[in-house]
C-alpha cells in the first residue's frame, strides 16, 4: 500500500519572494556549499531574514516551501550531520577553505556554523586550539538547523514553494 510521502515544512529568509530556488545562486565557501539553503526551525530563518535585510537595508521575507524529505533520502546522495563532531568541523573546516567537499552530494543538513561556535572554528582553522577542545566546546552548543540543497533537478523536483510573508 503506497502511502502519501511525508512532507516537512522548510523556511527561507532573505529579502525576496524566492519561488523557484535556483542552487547556483548560492555563494561560495559556505558551510555546505553553494545551494539553496533552508531550515525546519522559522525562528532561524526570521533572524537571518532580519539580519540580511539590515545588511542590503531591504524588507526582510521568510519563503516557506513543503520539502519532501522522505524522497529525497531515498532518492539523492545526501549527507546529515547529526551533531557537532570531527566530520562535521572538518567539513565546514574544508568548505570555508574553498575545497568544495560539497561537489559529491545532492543534500546535506546539520547544524550552522553560526555567531556561536564560528569563533570555536576559526581557532581551531589557525591552529590556535586542538580538535578535541574545539569539539568540547561545540558540544555544549544545542544544533540548529540547516539543509543544503545543492541540485537544481532535486530542488524543483522535491521542494514546493507555499507562501512568503514578512518577517519584521
Aim: aromatic share 10%; charged share 25%; hydrophobic share 35%.
Amino acid at each position: 500500500m503506497g502511502g502519501q510521502a511525508m512532507k516537512i515544512t522548510v523556511y527561507h529568509g532573505g529579502t525576496e519572494i524566492v519561488e523557484t530556488p535556483i542552487c547556483r545562486l548560492g555563494r561560495e565557501n559556505l558551510d555546505f556549499g553553494r545551494g539553496f539553503y533552508v531550515t525546519v526551525f522559522k525562528e532561524q530563518a526570521i533572524e537571518w531574514a532580519k539580519s540580511t535585510a539590515k545588511r542590503r537595508k531591504s524588507q526582510a521575507i521568510v519563503n516557506i516551501y513543503q520539502l519532501d524529505r522522505d524522497s529525497i533520502l531515498t532518492k539523492a546522495r545526501c549527507k546529515i550531520f547529526k551533531a557537532y563532531d570531527q566530520e562535521w568541523l572538518e567539513f565546514i573546516v574544508a568548505s570555508r577553505k574553498g575545497l568544495n567537499p560539497a561537489a559529491e552530494y545532492d543534500y546535506i543538513e546539520g547544524g550552522v556554523a553560526n555567531d556561536r561556535v564560528i569563533d570555536t572554528i576559526n581557532l581551531y582553522m589557525a591552529g590556535l586550539m586542538s580538535a578535541d577542545i574545539a569539539l568540547k566546546r561545540l558540544s555544549e552548543h544545542q544544533p540548529n538547523n540547516q539543509i543544503c540543497l545543492l541540485s537544481q533537478s532535486i530542488t524543483d523536483k522535491y521542494l514546493s514553494y507555499e507562501r512568503s510573508e514578512s518577517a519584521e
